[in-house]
């Protein structure tokens, strides 16, 4: 199994920034992907950013240009620096994973985190 911790929410005045972090822990797994998710109240969970083993990087086109999605593989930490925030990027926001279990021999699993409060007040 993989267990998802994130941190680095909080709340935010509008122009201002904050740092995700994600660390995946747990024993014999591989990363494929990692990346985040949010979700505003009564709006369905939307990708913002994810990220490859290799380093292939995407992004909603909300926060192009604003969200920076990086990784620590080592660590097995993805990161999201948000700069510019908006009141509309309120939301919770999860960690993803995709994961192959390598010591039980299942491949492409999907983890989510318990997710992370990000407020940006007007």
């Known amino acids: 199994q993989v267990q998802l911790v994130e941190s680095g929410g909080g709340l935010v005045q509008a122009g201002g920034s904050l740092r995700l972090s994600c660390t995946a822990s747990?024993?014999?797994?591989?990363?494929?992907?990692m990346g985040w998710y949010r979700q505003a109240p009564g709006k369905q969970r939307d990708l913002v950013a994810t990220?490859?083993?290799?380093?292939?990087?995407k992004y909603a086109n909300s926060v192009k240009g604003r969200f920076t999605i990086s990784k620590d593989s080592a660590k097995n930490t993805v990161y999201l620096q948000m700069n510019s925030l908006k009141p509309e990027d309120t939301a919770v926001y999860y960690c993803?994973?995709?994961?192959?279990?390598?010591?039980?021999?299942?491949?492409?699993?999907?983890?989510w985190g318990q997710g992370t409060q990000v407020t940006v007040s007007s």
């Open positions: 747990g024993t014999g797994f591989n990363i494929i992907d």
């Open positions: 990220i490859t083993s290799g380093g292939r990087t």
């Open positions: 993803h994973a995709n994961a192959d279990l390598v010591s039980r021999g299942v491949r492409y699993v999907g983890y």
